[in-house]
């Protein structure tokens, strides 16, 4: 049994370096997923995240109109040129199954207002329908997706910049109220129209650019709003941003991960870029392969998923140097998807930037990031280890002790994630957490780290 997290537990988050976003959001025992129900979304661990609109066509990022003031009839005018005609969008089931992805998540409409699909419930009809391209992208992402045996994501911003009664709220409710009524009707669409939608990713429930999603609840309901979700799609994993606590937590950026296994569900939103914007920009700098594999490992043995994003062109090319990492993330995926896909983390708490666990029953996964300060930690296991062997190539040797068992594993030098497989006598019991506080990390850690 996992604890909840409740609100000062939650805050001390912040203090760590996960920054969990939307904390606080209001609660609904009926709309939220039960652990076993949340079992299929655990088990993805790694996810595409696309953000693709009008913005995609000047490069600047998808927050361009807002930052530029661009106006809105000229930013409308965008639609014109918006035709991306030899694009079909299997190119990104594509390269998400080309890096082992189980997942993805499409902004179907960011915060400039623009919907990638049909639908009539656009204020002003602004889609991508209605655009030059005359298409409903968010029909052919869904079939491609399904299609490809990936699970179905939807991004979709309730605020829109378009709306006065955005950046005023309370002065222009009447304004305000037609932008909510817009977020209804066309989350109602998405997850009516489309079939089984796996993941609602909302972003943007904020007002006026202050204060906390949360903080936006008394105009959005987003209690409402979401039982409009389980309505259709009962099984829909939900994440906070929307006012509602949700089903998972967002640790949103390129920093790095640390700390104790997240005793709740829970994703890594970045981008496979500098992370300067998440729209399309060109020649970004991509992230290295070490770089993405640290960043998975160090994302798994603490429990969480990891979504990972790009920003394709006006023609709906994802950058060429993306999507070569993403097929050298595969190779590492396919070969050694047994230590990461529908694992949970554990049994051990993970040293930063040494190594963590992951496993499944009686297997236990080490990911090791660093073999020799590894050498010198005794580990203690929950049952007997029975046998060990290392994955990614070398060899192990276990020296057993009083305070628990040393790994000296002879590894490839230029190994980014040495993973030893052991076998325990017995399945690993469930973790257990009774108490959760980045500050104060468990005496388990804490003896371990003073072993360094
Ligand atoms: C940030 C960006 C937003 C982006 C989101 C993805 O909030 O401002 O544009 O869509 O991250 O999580």
Known sequence: MIKKMTGDELKSML?????????????????????????PWRAMKLGLFIHWGLYSIL??????????????????????RFNPRDFSV????????????????????????????????SYGGFTSQNSAAGRDFVREYTTACRSAGLAVGLYYSP????????FKPKELLDNAL?????????????????????????????????????????????????????????LTAINPRSGLEGDFFCDEGSHPVKGEIVPVPWEKNMCLGSGVSWGYIPDD?????????????NVIVRDGNLLLNVGPDADGAIPAEMVERLGELGRFTSRYGESIFATRAGPLQPVDDVFGTTYRDRTVYL??????RLAKLPLVFPSDVLSAEVLTGGRVTLARGEEGICFQVAAEPDAIDTIVRLQLAEPVPPLVFDRFDFQKPAPKAASVKEAL
């Open 15 to 39: 203090k760590s370096n996960i920054h969990f976003k939307s904390l606080g959001g209001l609660k609904a025992d009926d709309l939220k997923l039960t652990e076993a129900q949340l079992v």
């Open 59 to 80: 490069g600047r990022g998808e927050w361009v109109r807002h930052n530029e003031k661009i106006p809105q009839e000229e930013y409308a005018r965008l639609a014109e």
């Open 90 to 121: 299997q190119t990104w089931v594509d390269a998400a199954r080309s890096a082992g992805m189980r997942y993805m998540v499409l902004t179907a409409r960011h915060h400039d207002g623009f919907a990638l699909w049909d639908s009539p419930g």
């Open 159 to 166: 605020m829109d910049w378009r709306f006065p009664g955005y």
């Open 178 to 234: 037609l932008m909510k009524k817009q977020c209804h009707d066309q989350v109602e669409e998405l997850v009516s129209r489309y079939g089984k939608i796996d993941i609602i990713w909302y972003d943007g429930a904020w007002l006026a650019h202050s204060g906390s999603d949360p903080d936006g609840a008394w105009l959005w309901d987003p209690i409402a709003l979401n039982r409009t979700v389980r309505r259709h799609n009962p």
């Open 285 to 297: 700098r991509v992230m290295t392969l070490p770089e993405v594999i640290t960043m998975l490992v």
């Open 367 to 372: 990911h090791i990031l660093d073999t020799d």
